[in-house]
T-cell receptor, first 114, second 122 residues
Framework: DTGVSQDPRHKITKRGQNVTFRCDPI?????LYWYRQTLGQGPEFLTY????????KSRLLSDRFSAERPKGSFSTLEIQRTEQGDSAMYLC????????????FGPGTRLTVT | AQTVTQSQPEMSVQEAETVTLSCTYD???????LFWYKQPPSRQMILVIR??????QNATENRFSVNFQKAAKSFSLKISDSQLGDTAMYFC???????????????????FGKGTKLSVIP
């Protein structure tokens, strides 16, 4: 068990550029979650996958955001036409399911939009 | 919608002493789970302890224990024998459950409070 990993750990981009983040969950965890955390706040839910199916999306996930989990293993989160307000820590978590609901978090990707 | 409130933005405790972090939540759900997560400086979020709402017994994990008061919608965390490594942001989180515990269906998103910054002083 190597834990949840995320790549990159830090990303600096200019406003208007597209960025993509990757999350590798704990192996055999079929549930994967994305959260966003801004300074001084707790994480906020963005979206959730069970295997390859995206089952829930927050209204925080604007049209510029898209997430995929094509083979039910790793996931990507893409932000198109980044804005300064997108600057945040993007956290990924996974859980085993269905009766094991504890979520285990990765180290996060810190995005800075200049 | 669920809300989680942590009324103590910052707290400090002397090493080896005991400290209690407060958390209240608002929900109309009957079946749910509560968690405390720890986020050390520049490090990832770690699950500290969890509590199922249907269990009356308070959860305990080594030096960490909770006081779960369902009627009052309160879920406080007690840290005994505080250690320097306990210095971190602590987040209280709520998860509602919809559907059978074993069917795999339902919503599993976590709703977090704003956190309490705990400093353990040598």
């Amino acid at each position: 068990d190597t834990g949840v990993s995320q790549d990159p750990r830090h990303k600096i981009t200019k406003r208007g550029q597209n960025v993509t983040f990757r999350c590798d969950p704990i192996s055999e965890h079929n549930r994967l979650y994305w959260y966003r955390q801004t300074l001084g706040q707790g994480p906020e839910f963005l979206t959730y996958f069970q295997n390859e199916a995206q089952l829930e999306k927050s209204r925080l996930l604007s049209d510029r955001f898209s997430a995929e989990r094509p083979k039910g293993s790793f996931s990507t989160l893409e932000i198109q036409r980044t804005e300064q307000g997108d600057s945040a820590m993007y956290l990924c978590a996974s859980s085993l399911g269905p009766a094991r609901y504890e979520q285990y978090f990765g180290p996060g990707t810190r995005l800075t939009v200049t | 919608a669920q809300t989680v409130t942590q009324s103590q933005p910052e707290m400090s405790v002397q090493e080896a002493e005991t400290v209690t972090l407060s958390c209240t939540y608002d929900t109309s759900e009957n079946n749910y789970y509560l968690f405390w997560y720890k986020q050390p400086p520049s490090r990832q979020m770690i699950l500290v302890i969890r509590q199922e709402a249907y269990k009356q017994q308070n959860a305990t994990e080594n030096r960490f224990s909770v006081n779960f008061q369902k009627a009052a919608k309160s879920f406080s965390l007690k840290i005994s024998d505080s250690q320097l490594g306990d210095t971190a942001m602590y987040f209280c989180a709520f998860m509602k459950h919809v559907g059978s515990r074993y069917s795999g269906a339902g919503s599993y998103q976590l709703t977090f409070g704003k956190g309490t910054k705990l400093s353990v002083i040598p």
